[in-house]
């Protein structure tokens, strides 16, 4: 399978831990994309890497909130201090600087609950 | 910022029928718009895209138009069969399509 992966795929934890999720891209595809989506919503943008950098972030991402992609191939996204609202589905899209770069390519996702 | 709005955000529909789900956006520079389609338990499905130098595209079952003037797109499901029972979303984003703002989503049911 060659599409994008993301591990794992279902984390509860409690309420003041930390939890990191894991997310592999297409290979070769230099942008990569989180999203976090909660129950009878669209997923909401939440940073956004091209190769290594971190070009963008949205003000949902909040300080116990970090993400790294440091080779330019899979990222990390971090929370600490884990609250109940931050239980959601994380999700992780990818896409190609080929074309227009336009069409992403979602991952199944991380359900995180917090207790 | 970007705005996306969704309607309806249920539709039920018989087998054979048609869908159509729209959607409007706020920011006059976006110029790519994209729907997802969501089955349970996985990530969205990009079923078909449109940019804002097309007014309508279509594949097979599925089309998509663009009034840019509105600042308004929809999504056509024709002969809809039940396996197109799933959440859509429309997104909007401009530029290189780095930040896309989606809708809130249509759950699409087609009873057989």
């Known amino acids: 399978d060659t599409g994008v992966s993301q591990d794992p795929r279902h984390k509860i934890t409690k309420r003041g831990q930390n939890v990191t999720f894991r997310c592999d891209p297409i290979?070769?595809?230099?942008?990569l994309y989180w999203y976090r989506q909660t129950l009878g919503q669209g997923p909401e943008f939440l940073t956004y890497?091209?190769?290594?950098?971190?070009?963008?972030k949205s003000r949902l991402l909040s300080d116990r909130f970090s993400a790294e992609r440091p080779k330019g191939s899979f990222s990390t996204l971090e929370i600490q201090r884990t609250e109940q609202g931050d239980s959601a589905m994380y999700l992780c899209?990818?896409?190609?600087?080929?074309?227009?770069?336009?069409?992403?390519?979602f991952g199944p996702g991380t359900r995180l609950t917090v207790l | 910022g970007e705005n996306v709005e969704q309607h309806p955000s249920t539709l039920s529909v018989q087998e054979g029928d048609s869908a159509v789900i729209k959607c409007t956006y706020s920011?006059?520079?976006?110029?790519?718009f994209p729907w997802y389609k969501q089955e349970l338990g996985k990530g969205p499905q990009l079923i078909i895209d449109?940019?804002?130098?097309?007014g309508e595209k279509k594949d097979q079952r599925i089309a998509v138009t663009l009034n840019k003037t509105a600042k308004h797109f929809s999504l056509h499901i024709t002969e809809t069969q039940p396996e197109d029972s799933a959440v859509y979303f429309c997104?909007?984003?401009?530029?290189?399509?780095?930040?896309?703002?989606f809708g809130a989503g249509t759950r699409l049911f087609v009873k057989a």
């Open positions: 290979s070769e595809h230099n942008r």
């Open positions: 920011d006059s520079a976006s110029n790519y």
């Open positions: 899209a990818s896409s190609s600087p080929r074309g227009q770069g336009h069409e992403q390519f």
């Open positions: 890497f091209q190769n290594e950098a971190q070009l963008e």
């Open positions: 449109i940019r804002s130098n097309v």
């Open positions: 997104a909007a984003s401009m530029g290189g399509g780095f930040k896309t703002i």
